[in-house]
């Protein structure tokens, strides 16, 4: 499973929000889907609305009709949506809202509060919260995301620069939110977290594997395609795979990565 994937565009069938932090340009399905038979072994998808749709999910939920029962989605919506709302993004494969609290447009609730309030709405369904924070940032982090009504997954490695080092207090918190095991990671976006921003990311290797190390049955992968928002060079899809052997160097690891884990937090069979 790719736990962590967005398509865009055209924009003329689906307009970007106005508060969007930035413009991607058009990525479609089949341009994933063949992205996925190149690399060969990825059969299902897990696609999570980018910020600059806002709420607005439509772009994501025409791609995820089209696939089936092959793909579960992660929405993004506000305090305002109805329950029957609701209901009819689950009967369509949704399983979880992602708070974007780094890119601009990302956050439709007035606080964290408001987000902990929302969780309780969604419990019921047997959805997760997913967010993107920086969590050597996030004041309070296990105490915050522990209060949540639902489990919480959290994007990119945790989103914190290797600069700041495996000590630093922020990752070492989100090391213990892990092993409190109601929490979840993607170890998506090295790049985004890389000092150099360049391949081969060696510096993000010691970071994952504290990850894995601290709860394997919490850990998952995803490509990040097509890789928004970010300066420099677009990164190579086949070397992010070949992280995955670095970061998990036994079968067992990635067995729990790339398989059982996802079964279990996206509900697929």
């Known amino acids: 499973v790719d736990f962590h994937a967005h398509v865009f565009g055209p924009e003329s069938r689906y307009p970007y929000s106005p508060a969007r932090g930035y413009t991607p340009p058009d990525a479609s399905l089949e341009t ?13 998808v897990v696609l999570t609305q980018p910020s600059v749709y806002g709420t607005d999910n439509t772009c994501m939920m025409d791609a995820a009709a089209r696939l089936g029962d092959r793909c579960r989605s992660v929405v993004a919506l506000g305090p305002d949506v109805t329950d029957s709302e609701l209901e009819a993004l689950h009967e369509q494969g ?37 967010v993107l924070i920086h969590v050597h940032e996030f004041g309070d982090l296990r105490t915050t995301l522990n209060s949540m009504a639902v489990d919480v997954c959290v994007g990119h490695l945790g989103y914190m620069k290797t600069e700041h080092g495996l000590d630093h207090p ?23 977290i890389a000092a150099s921003g360049l391949p081969p990311y060696r510096d993000v290797e010691p970071f994952a594997k504290a990850l894995i190390g601290a709860n394997v049955e919490r850990v998952l992968w995803g490509t990040d395609w097509p890789h928004p928002n970010i300066s420099g060079p677009v990164p190579d899809d086949g070397q992010l795979v070949d992280l995955i052997e670095q970061f998990a160097p036994d079968m067992a690891s990635r067995q729990a990565l790339l398989v059982d884990n996802p079964a279990r937090l996206y509900g697929f069979e």
């Open 32 to 44: 994933l889907l063949n992205l996925h038979r190149t690399l060969g072994g990825i059969e299902r």
């Open 170 to 192: 922020g990752f070492q918190d989100f090391l213990d939110l892990l092993r409190d095991g109601n929490c979840w990671v993607k170890l998506s976006g090295s790049y985004r």
């Open 94 to 130: 949704a399983c979880g809202v992602r708070v974007n609290l780094v890119d601009k447009g990302g956050m439709p609730f007035e606080d964290i509060n408001a987000v902990r309030r929302f969780t309780e709405r969604i419990r019921d369904l047997g959805w997760h919260l997913e």
